[in-house]
């Protein structure tokens, strides 16, 4: 069964704190995605990748960092973790071109205190 | 930027109504997806529309490109299918990621 692997499913993390949240897909997806998701705001684009070693923000990058070191794995970062970063955070992957549709992992709940 | 609007936010249910969730976006698109969560859960992706209709059990997705207007379906509706509905547009190219609406919270009643 096909799917995309968060590596936590909660987090606490202090102010401050540099925090990584890992995603693993197994289905060679070209395209990755970070999002974040909000009571009343839905689910917002952070970062993309439609490569190894290539990125795009999205629509709220400020705060996070990504990295796509291999094409199976996609991290966002937190650098300084604020408590405004206190979110679902969701990732997807998909292919580049084709009918296919996306596959979204099971979401990281990060809460920063 | 891509508008996407759901209604209802909410909606609730007897079990075996017939459910109706719709969505409508402000540009055109190259593809609209219907996503469903389960409280606490991952997305699941129900569909993937272009055009026209598809069917997958009890629920249909249906899509009207000129009206840039979607509708999700649910039939003889059952508590299981009580989860936040998410309907999610891309807009042209290959590597843009989606934009999102708001969500419906549909509770089905036993």
């Known amino acids: 069964d096909v799917k995309v692997t968060q590596s936590s499913r909660y987090l606490v993390k202090r102010t401050g704190e540099k925090v990584f949240l890992e995603c693993v897909q197994d289905m060679d997806h070209e395209n990755m995605f970070w999002y974040r998701q909000d009571p009343g705001l839905g689910l917002r684009l952070i970062y993309f990748s439609y490569d190894v070693k290539m990125k795009e923000k999205g629509d709220i990058p400020e705060g996070y960092s990504v990295s796509r070191e291999k094409k199976e794995r996609f991290s966002l970062i937190l650098e300084s973790a604020s408590t405004n970063q206190t979110s679902m955070y969701l990732c997807a992957s998909s292919l580049f071109r084709g009918p296919k549709g996306y596959t979204f992992g099971s979401g990281t709940r990060l809460t920063v205190v | 930027k891509n508008e996407v609007e759901q209604s209802p936010q909410n909606l609730t249910a007897q079990e075996g109504e017939f459910i109706t969730i719709n969505c409508s976006y402000s540009v055109g698109i190259s593809a609209l997806h219907w996503l469903q969560q389960h409280p606490g859960g991952g997305i699941v992706s129900l569909f993937m529309?272009?055009?026209g209709k598809k069917k997958h059990g009890r629920l249909i997705a249906t899509i009207n490109i000129q009206e840039k207007h979607s509708s999700l379906h649910i039939t003889a509706s059952h508590p299981r299918d009580s989860a936040v509905y998410i309907c999610a547009v891309k807009g042209g190219g290959g590597a843009d990621g989606l934009t999102f609406g708001k969500g419906t919270h549909l509770i089905i009643q036993p």
């Open positions: 529309l272009s055009s």
